[in-house]
């Protein structure tokens, strides 16, 4: 599952992602991260049955962290089922059922935003 | 065997026709065969939902109370084609507005009115005697209008070529966003669903034939613009009633970084009058190939990487240089589905009868690129013939001596063939000695992705691909990469200065 870390200026003076890793001995795939001087956030990837005792390793001030969920939201009024955000996405978190209608599979999000800028039916966007 | 078009419509008068989709054709003539095929279906229903830009709708407003002769006009601030007499339009799709640009257009305006929204109309004129008035302000809705006719150009062509962008830059196509190195496909068309794919010598399609455009019952004015059959490119000129049509079927888009077009869905019922005919509409995916191009490349023959069926575009992965490659299209095979669906719905209820063409269109026409006869001024033209090189094994030190002695800011860096393999300027060489690097080769500091142009590229390109790379000058080479100039920005002064113009 993917886990959202946010920092605030606590949060970024101190190692946090690599002092949870070594406490709890869960590897994380760092998939996004934007971080400056005093704030942040970064995406991770993490084994769901890891993911708790990562979360627990990782509580600590200055850092919120959250599972992210439905990151895709799919206006399914406005799509046309073209598909064109299929091969655009680099994480294949669309596809087409039996049926030719999209199918999107959030989980996979890692937030590039790509599908929203370029979805003809301007039908996609990205909750962060 | 054959059957006419009076015993066709007899049966949809009757209620006993039997009408199915282009889809499921190929299996209906692989079990009964042609004859029987023949003999049990009079009608094949296809369908095609996509991104058709050259379309639009000639709109009459009727007279105002001191009547005005519309000269120029804008609606929602996209401007439309006044030069038709003094209240009509054309408004094309593609034209984008003046406040909100590619995201909103003349196929949104369009969708707007279907959709029943009220459109703001804006007009100037110089004002006759018989027309005195020189503006007007007003908002109409598609009832108020006297007429509103979808004409389109250049729709349903026949298959298309896929896409893919083989440079290392990402780039925003009409066919959609091209990721660099190849690393996606995108393709337009229904394939075996498609019109014109079901009858590629047109033998049943032409002027007058009668079709599902948008919503409405429309025409086939005739050929399409650009129609190029004879190539496998046909397109057809349609026609319809937009105060019939619904949004279902019609769709404003935006193709990011290219602008606006719109997504129509068409239909044509094929009748099956004789065996050619229904042999025609046996077409299946894998019989249907079209070629996977090079957007990549700015020209217009843009190099083909490989010929593709439909039947692999739609399998979702094509293999380009031994990868699997991602492809998907932009054009929605479901609501090309529904098409051909409401279409055989349509016919099957007696809504929709069946006429044979008035006319028919040339099914051999190739079409023809523009032969430019006006004046161009080419990049062998501004190009700087007279120019210095250095190898990738010689020093940076050599380097520095070498620009200083050309007068210039760009060293192309060459092989032992002379073949262009890296450029320096005058920036790496300055930063090399900063950082006390002078004795390293060539080759260590060179930029080896060299931003290059042909002498044949016009030199309105060549400046573009100056400004969009933010580089001083382009090497001009040619097909084996050797070098026959330089083409520098400040050359392309000259431009304005008289030189290459005329």
Redesign the interface.
């Known amino acids: 599952m993917k886990l959202m870390v946010e920092f605030d200026s606590d949060g970024v003076q101190y190692p946090n992602i690599a002092a949870a890793i070594l406490r709890s001995g869960v590897m994380v795939n760092v998939e996004r991260a934007l971080i400056d001087g005093d704030e942040g956030w970064a995406l991770l990837d993490v084994d769901d049955k890891d993911a708790d005792m990562f979360i627990t390793a990782l509580s600590r001030k200055g850092v919120s962290i959250r599972i992210q969920k439905d990151a895709v939201s799919h206006n399914r009024t406005d799509c046309?089922?073209?598909?064109?955000?299929?091969?655009?996405c680099?994480k294949?978190v669309f596809?087409?059922d039996e049926?030719?209608?999209l199918v999107v599979d959030s989980e996979r999000c890692v937030l590039c935003g790509?599908c929203a800028?370029?979805c003809?039916?301007?039908a996609l966007s990205i909750q962060k | 065997m054959y059957k006419s078009i009076d015993e066709i419509n007899e049966r949809i008068r009757d209620g006993s026709v039997r009408v199915v989709s282009a889809e499921e054709m190929p299996n209906i003539v692989d079990e009964l065969g042609v004859t029987g095929a023949l003999r049990d279906v009079d009608v094949v229903t296809t369908g095609t939902?996509?991104?058709m830009c050259s379309s639009g709708a000639f709109l009459n407003f009727g007279h105002s109370e001191i009547p005005i002769r519309m000269e120029k006009m804008w609606l929602n601030n996209v401007e439309a084609y006044a030069g038709i007499a003094a209240v009509d339009c054309f408004i094309g799709a593609t034209q984008e507005s003046t406040t909100r640009h590619s995201e909103y257009g003349g196929a949104h305006v369009i969708e707007d009115l279907i959709a029943g929204k009220s459109v703001e109309l804006h007009a100037r004129a110089k004002g006759t005697d018989c027309y005195p008035r020189t503006s007007i302000t007003n908002e109409f809705t598609l009832q108020e209008l006297n007429q509103a006719i979808m004409l389109n150009p250049r729709n349903s062509y026949q298959s298309y070529n896929a896409a893919t962008n083989m440079s290392d830059q990402a780039i925003?196509t009409y066919m959609?966003?091209l990721?660099p190195s190849h690393?996606?496909?995108?393709y337009s068309g229904a394939g075996c669903l498609s019109p014109l794919a079901n009858d590629p010598t047109l033998s049943v399609i032409g002027s007058g034939t009668p079709i599902f455009i948008g919503g409405a019952n429309g025409v086939v004015v005739g050929e399409g613009t650009q129609s190029s059959p004879g190539a496998g490119f046909g397109t057809l000129m349609t026609s319809g009633n937009m105060k019939e049509m619904s949004s279902d079927y019609i769709?404003a888009?935006?193709?990011?970084g290219y602008g606006v077009?719109m997504?129509v869905g068409v239909g044509i019922p094929i009748p099956l009058l004789n065996e050619e005919i229904v042999r025609h509409t046996a077409v299946r995916d894998e019989d249907l190939k079209t070629n996977i191009v090079d957007y990549g490349t700015p020209f217009r023959d843009r190099p083909v990487i490989r010929e593709v069926t439909y039947a692999q575009l739609k399998s979702?992965s094509v293999e380009i240089d031994g990868e699997e490659v991602?492809?998907?299209?932009?054009?929605?095979?479901?609501?090309a589905?529904e098409v051909a669906a409401e279409l055989k719905t349509r016919i099957e209820t007696g809504s929709f009868t069946m006429a044979l063409a008035t006319r028919p269109i040339d099914s051999h026409k190739i079409n023809k690129p523009m032969a430019e006869k006006g004046y161009v001024c080419h990049v062998n033209e501004m190009m700087v013939s007279t120019f210095v090189t250095i190898t990738g094994e010689e020093s940076v030190k050599e380097a520095a001596k070498r620009l200083l002695k050309g007068e210039t800011n760009h060293l192309p860096v060459i092989d032992s063939e002379n073949r262009l393999i890296g450029i320096v300027t005058t920036y790496d060489v300055s930063k090399a000695f900063a950082k006390d690097e002078q004795d390293m080769s060539v080759s260590e500091i060179m930029t080896k992705n060299v931003i290059t142009i042909a002498p044949d590229a016009p030199v309105d390109f060549a400046a573009r691909t100056l400004q969009q790379h933010n580089i001083g000058a382009l090497v001009v080479i040619d097909s084996s990469r050797h070098i026959l100039g330089m083409l520098n920005s400040y050359d392309l002064g000259d431009l304005v200065g008289g030189r290459g113009r005329r």
């Open positions: 046309v089922d073209c598909g064109l955000c299929i091969s655009i680099q294949q596809s087409f049926n030719w209608q790509r800028t370029y003809p039916q301007r | 939902f996509g991104a925003k959609g966003f990721l690393r996606n496909i995108t769709r888009a935006t193709m990011t077009t997504y979702g991602r492809c998907s299209p932009l054009s929605s095979y479901k609501k589905r």
